[in-house]
T-cell receptor, first 113, second 114 residues
Framework: GQQLNQSPQSMFIQEGEDVSMNCTSS?????WLWYKQDPGEGPVLLIA?????ELTSNGRLTAQFGITRKDSFLNISASIPSDVGIYFC?????????????FGKGTKLSVKP | NAGVTQTPKFQVLKTGQSMTLQCAQD?????MYWYRQDPGMGLRLIYY???????DKGEVPNGYNVSRLNKREFSLRLESAAPSQTSVYFC?????????????FGSGTRLTVV
């Protein structure tokens, strides 16, 4: 089945830094989504992307749907302590079980000690 | 504004015991899902129900059974728990299987099998 490679696996942030993460796939998706999971909670949808090349922002978060439809990127500008958590990318296609989301393994953001 | 509600939030089982994880959504969604989350493994789909009356296996179904009791409720059963089933379990729902608006997740059940 389709698999997503999400990187980096983890990273440390200092308040005010910009953060970038990405997700790649061996096959195309029609939709890319980005979720954030706070400690002890379920994932929450941040941004959804529906079109190759699309760039969408949600506050300090910006995500892009790669032009090849095989990748997506998430940037966080001027990070703050509440940005810590696990960020998941997810890809989706159309039709039957292909409509099920495929999740990356997550990027864990922590605060620099 | 409950969304997806999972019970219990925490559970400790002995090897061989059985239990059912409950999930209910109040958004009139057609599709529901059960995932497990393990460190470094991301979210893996156990079972899903595209609509009331249907259920299908996901990526890691072995050792689990599900019941779509009605449109609102989707339960996950462990018949004979094993230590390998220690995990955090998430239930999710969506308007339809191919919904463009993603899934809404519950807050999880943390299960430990000793």
């Amino acid at each position: 089945g389709q698999q997503l490679n999400q990187s980096p696996q983890s990273m440390f942030i200092q308040e005010g830094e910009d953060v970038s993460m990405n997700c790649t796939s061996s096959s195309i998706f029609n939709t890319w989504l980005w979720y954030k999971q706070d400690p002890g909670e379920g994932p929450v949808l941040l941004i959804a992307l529906y079109k190759a090349g699309e760039l969408t922002s949600n506050g300090r978060l910006t995500a892009q749907f790669g032009i090849t439809r095989k990748d997506s990127f998430l940037n966080i500008s001027a990070s703050i302590p509440s940005d810590v958590g696990i960020y998941f990318c997810a890809g989706q296609n159309y039709g039957g079980s292909q409509g099920n989301l495929i999740f990356g393994k997550g990027t864990k953001l922590s605060v620099k000690p | 504004n409950a969304g997806v509600t999972q019970t219990p939030k925490f559970q400790v089982l002995k090897t061989g015991q059985s239990m059912t994880l409950q999930c209910a959504q109040d958004m009139n969604h057609n599709s529901m899902y059960w995932y497990r989350q393990d460190p470094g493994m991301g979210l893996r789909l156990i079972y899903y129900s595209a609509s009331e009356g249907t259920t299908d296996k996901g990526e890691v179904p072995n050792g689990y059974n599900v019941s779509r009791l009605n449109k609102r409720e989707f339960s996950l059963r462990l018949e004979s728990a094993a230590p390998s089933q220690t995990s955090v379990y998430f239930c999710a729902s969506s308007g339809s299987q191919g919904s463009l608006y993603g899934y809404t997740f519950g807050s999880g059940t943390r299960l430990t099998v000793v």
